[in-house]
């Protein structure tokens, strides 16, 4: 099988809202210290193992394109950014602790795939429909082999396109784990529409 694409969906490393314990979504929180340190790492990795990518393709939120910028310098590869590969937009949540969320917007017991998050944030297939547009737009690029910084939502809605599976609502269907730095290792050939899974790291 020739004309293979290869796509790496990776996940950007600690932010400053992890520490913070805050909501994220589209609250631009930069990178901490270890954050850095587990993107050099990442980066020795690939390194080691002679992986080579044609391009890095970045969300545009800073702790994406950070992560993104550290692993391009250490690799030698520039760094296109793509919104597309943005966080769910989570509309009022983004930038709230989880105690003051949970006060002023409490979860609701049933929230429909086509309901907007909180009131103004994106809806289940709103994310659903742009990790397609984001996949699309990389395959599209032909043969070679990519790496995308971006989110965990975006990339579990990514990898939910990919494999067919339906948006994830009320908090049920399937799920990936990523951690800080976490990534999914694909293999694409066109000519099949044949998706292989290569290998998956939590983090």
Same mark, same amino acid.
């Given at each position: 099988?020739?004309? @293979?694409?290869?796509? #790496? +969906? ?10 913070? @314990? ?9 990178? &901490?210290?270890?954050? !850095?340190?587990?993107?050099?790492? !990442?980066?020795?990795?690939? +390194? ?11 969300? &545009? $939120?800073?702790?994406?394109?950070? /992560?993104? &910028? ?10 296109? &950014? ?10 009022? $949540? ?7 969320? +949970?006060?002023?917007? %409490? ?5 429909? %795939? ?5 009131? #103004? ?39 939910? /396109?990919?494999?067919?599976? !339906? ?13 800080? #730095?976490?990534?999914? !290792? ?10 292989? +899974? ?6």
């Amino acid at each position: 099988m020739e004309n @293979k694409i290869q796509v #790496t +969906l990776l996940r950007h490393g600690r932010s400053r809202a992890d520490d913070e @314990k805050v909501h994220e979504g589209r609250y631009d929180s930069t990178l &901490t210290e270890i954050g !850095r340190a587990q993107a050099r790492v !990442r980066a020795q990795e690939f +390194l080691s193992g002679m992986t080579h990518f044609d391009c890095i393709v970045s969300s &545009t $939120l800073r702790r994406a394109h950070e /992560t993104a &910028t550290i692993i391009g310098e250490l690799l030698g590869v520039s760094v296109e &950014t793509d919104p597309d590969w943005m966080e769910l937009d989570n509309g009022p $949540l983004a930038g709230l602790s989880r105690e003051v969320a +949970l006060e002023r917007f %409490p979860k609701p017991i049933f929230r429909n %795939p086509y309901e907007p998050f909180c009131g #103004t944030g994106e809806s289940d297939w709103e994310i659903f429909c742009r990790g397609a547009r984001a996949v699309e737009k990389i395959i599209r690029r032909g043969a070679g082999n990519y790496l995308v910084v971006a989110h965990g939502g975006i990339l579990n809605s990514a990898i939910r /396109t990919i494999i067919g599976a !339906r948006p994830f609502s009320n908090q049920q269907g399937i799920a990936f784990g990523f951690g800080d #730095t976490g990534y999914a !290792r694909f293999e694409y050939y066109p000519s099949k529409h044949l998706w292989y +899974l290569l290998e998956f790291k939590a983090g």
